[in-house]
């Protein structure tokens, strides 16, 4: 699986360069279980390997960098990126829409980066990745104008529905960010920032998130598969 060696700063800037060609393009936020995913499922694993940038979500994923050579400081999580994108998306004028989570959270979180970053043109809608919401989702990002599209369906549904839309969104770049949505408005709480520091992100959202115990059931088989490869 590829991920490509870059940091938070790194990853703003090849967006930045993204959007500046002009799209469609994909960038996708890999954790371990997305590694784990794609060794079974191989229309995820085609969609991941075709994107046109992925980053280390969670440090599973540096650590196996790392004995890889990449020296990269830390994850650069979907969640992480929202706020500095809404900054960009300001500083240059372009117009970002949020796509996905539970009704009116993405609404709610647009205000939030509205309220942050004077000049944010951004939108938001719920939608969903059935090709029943096709439609009408098409239809507000396009009234919309959108530059760059934040979709948060989930894992790997918001990749699959990226990569079968891309060439109707009219976007330049859209990212699948996950459960973003609902850590920034606060409907999720995320571990303490000394839980982060100390690579025990994953153990806060399982004590918040019980039911996250199967899909992190493959975390010790991707330990394993790591330790095996080359250093």
């Known amino acids: 699986m590829r991920v490509d060696c870059v940091d938070m700063d ?12 002009g799209g ?7 954790n371990p ?17 075709e994107a046109d940038l992925c980053l280390a979500d969670g440090n599973g994923v540096v ?7 990449c020296a990269i400081d830390g994850p650069v999580a979907g969640v992480d990126l929202v706020q500095p994108l809404a900054a960009l998306c300001a500083r240059r004028g372009l117009r970002l829409f949020l796509l996905g989570a539970g009704s009116g959270v993405a609404m709610e979180l647009a205000a939030k980066l509205r309220a942050a970053n004077q000049g944010l043109e951004v939108n938001a809608h ?17 009234d919309h104008h959108a530059d760059v599209l934040l979709v948060a369906f989930g894992a790997p549904a918001q990749e699959v529905w990226i990569d079968r839309m891309k060439n109707r969104l009219g976007v330049s770049v859209a990212i699948g960010v996950g459960g973003a949505f609902d850590y920034l408005t606060g409907r999720v709480q ?4 000394w839980m982060r520091r100390a690579r025990l ?7 918040r998130q019980p039911w996250r115990i199967r899909r992190m059931a493959v975390l ?3 330990a394993v598969k790591v330790l095996r490869s080359r250093s």
């Open 126 to 142: 719920a939608g969903g990745p059935e090709p029943g919401h096709d439609v009408e989702t098409l239809h507000r990002i396009h």
């Open 63 to 69: 650590w196996a960098m790392r004995r890889q050579g």
């Open 220 to 222: 010790p088989i991707y």
């Open 201 to 207: 992100e994953w153990l806060g959202r399982l004590v």
């Open 10 to 21: 790194s990853a703003l800037e090849r967006i930045e360069q993204l959007i500046d060609r």
């Open 33 to 49: 279980e997305f590694v784990m995913r794609a060794q079974k499922d191989r229309e995820f694993a085609r969609v991941l390997m």
């Open 190 to 193: 995320r571990a303490p920032r």
């Open 24 to 30: 469609p393009h994909l960038v996708a936020t890999v």
